[in-house]
Structures are given as C-alpha cells and as structure tokens.
C-alpha cells in the first residue's frame, strides 16, 4: 500500500556488542565512552589517583608506569562542558566507524591509535608538562579524520564536505597544543590518525589512498556501494547513472550505510518495517527524487 510507512520512525539499529545492559549494546565505542563518564565522578572523588592514567611520558620512561600507554583515552575530567560534548561526538563517530569494520577490528584499531603513538612519545625526553596527554577527544578527531576522508563526498552543515570540517579540527588542535607547549599531545594526535588511517586501509576503508598498501591476504569491511545476500536482492547505493547528482548529509549517508551493513550481514529480512521505510526514503533522497 502506497505510503503505508510514510510516517514511520526508524528503530534503533541493533550493533554487534560484547554484550548488552537492558537494550544497551555494549560495543568498543560504547564502553570506551561509559569508562569517559565514570572518570568524571572518579575526577569528583580522587581526581589524584585518576590523574595517574594519563599519559605522562617522563612518568613512563622513567618510573616504568607503562599502563599509562593504554589507559589515557578514558580519563575525561568534568572541567568545561566541551567534555560532555566530546563524549557525545565519539559514541557517534566511533559506531559509525565500528559498525563499519566490526567490533574486533574496531578494538585492535584503537588499541594500536592509543598505543603506539604514546609508545614513541614516551622516548621523547619531554617534561611532565609538554608530555602528557589525555581524553577521548583526540580519539575522536582522529576517527573523524578517517571517516571523513573514507567518505569524501559527504557534507557537513551548510553543505560544508565532512574532510574540510576534519581538517579545520585538526588544525585547530594543532594550533592549540603548540600554543600551550603540549608536543606530546601533539604527536600523539598525529601518530593516531597516521596509524587509524593504516589500519583503516587494511580494513577496507579508504579506497582513494591507494598510496597506502593494502597487506596481502587482508580481509576488507562489506563495500558501502554494494551488498547482497545470497539468493536475496543486490542493493546498490546512488548516485546511480543517469539520475541528479544531488548534495546529502554526511548524517544521511552514515544511517543509509548502516542499514546496507545489516542487509548484507543478515539479509533486507533483517530490517525493522521502520529501517525499510527509511531506506526506501533514504534512497530516493540520494536519487533526488
């Protein structure tokens, strides 16, 4: 019937979690960001025992506090409201991300992003103040610079495209960490993204850096312009030949992909009638009709 669902919410998208809290998916994106709002409180109650998880380099070199490699993303003190809004721009970059790859190769990329950059900082003979960093925030820049430039035509508000709004935050960062003298912050910021890029190539992601090489063998993530399921119909993202090149959102491009992942991991049976209806006007959207 014609317009049956016109006015359909979609349902929530299911994620694959470890496990679940009520209806509460708990991915990688999810955890890392419950951990961020429990350091608040932990910051209210003994802010000096949870400044001893952010990254320190001296503190790592020369104390061997080697934790403080891998625990600095999840200390987030409650100290301007820019924390909260952090917070909420990782969960919703990071899903994006994660349900692109999967939860275990999601893992192993921020595990490598957190890691390995702090690794190399700590051999910099900076002081505890230009060598610290901390928060989720540089996490996020990071993801975002990935997906912004794994979906180069997306836009941001006022047609903006997604990779300038990404290059703006990392330049502002930048500018911000050299002003403050805050040089492990800032290598560590960039030793993210240079290894989320890496690993996100690996992936499947960022198919136009084909500078970077691919490891032979590696599995790639499901194409965002086609999936199909075996013995059920082939669904293809637009635009298609022929029809209006029109401007999306980068928000529209995000939930369409979303939905064409759960197809192609579970087959179009798999969508709520509400995620039907949504791809249906989804899709007409990007056709421009």
């Known amino acids: 019937m014609p317009g049956r669902y016109e006015f359909s919410l979609p349902e929530r998208p299911s994620r694959d979690g470890w496990f679940k809290i009520g209806q509460l998916d708990i991915t990688t994106t999810a955890l890392l960001v419950i951990l961020g709002v429990a350091s608040m409180f932990w910051y209210a109650i003994d802010k000096v025992s949870l400044e ?3 990254f320190i380099g001296p503190s790592v070199r020369q104390d061997g506090e080697i934790w403080r490699l891998a625990t600095w993303p999840i200390v987030n003190p409650p100290t301007r409201i820019w924390v909260v809004l952090t917070l909420a721009f990782f969960w919703f ?4 991300i994660e349900d692109r790859i999967g939860r275990i190769r999601f893992t192993i990329m921020i595990l490598l992003m957190t890691v390995i950059p702090a690794a190399i900082v700590s051999l910099f003979d900076f002081t505890a103040q230009t060598g610290q960093a901390y928060g989720l925030s540089i996490l996020a820049i990071a993801l975002l610079t990935i997906y912004a430039f794994d979906s180069p035509g997306a836009v941001w508000f006022f047609n903006i495209p997604l990779w300038i709004i990404a290059s703006v935050f990392v330049l502002l960062d930048v500018l911000q960490y050299l002003g403050d003298r805050r040089f492990g912050a800032l290598l560590i910021e960039l030793g993210a993204i240079l290894v989320g890029t890496v690993m996100a190539r690996q992936y499947g992601m960022l198919d136009d850096l084909a500078f970077i090489p691919r490891v032979a063998g590696k599995r790639t993530a499901p194409s965002k312009r086609r999936t199909k399921r075996q013995g059920g119909p082939t669904v293809v993202t637009g635009p298609w030949a022929g029809s209006p090149q029109t401007t999306h959102t980068a928000v529209d491009q995000m939930e369409l992909d979303g939905l ?3 197809i192609s991991a579970s087959g179009i049976d ?3 009638r509400g ?11 990007l056709r421009g009709r």
């Not at 970059?93 to 994006?96: A, N, P």
């Not at 995620?275 to 959207?285: H, Q």
């Open 52 to 54: 001893k998880l952010a």
């Open 93 to 96: 970059v990071g899903h994006r």
């Open 260 to 262: 064409l992942d759960k």
């Open 270 to 272: 798999s969508l709520s």
């Open 275 to 285: 995620e039907k209806a949504r791809l249906n006007e989804l899709s007409k959207k």
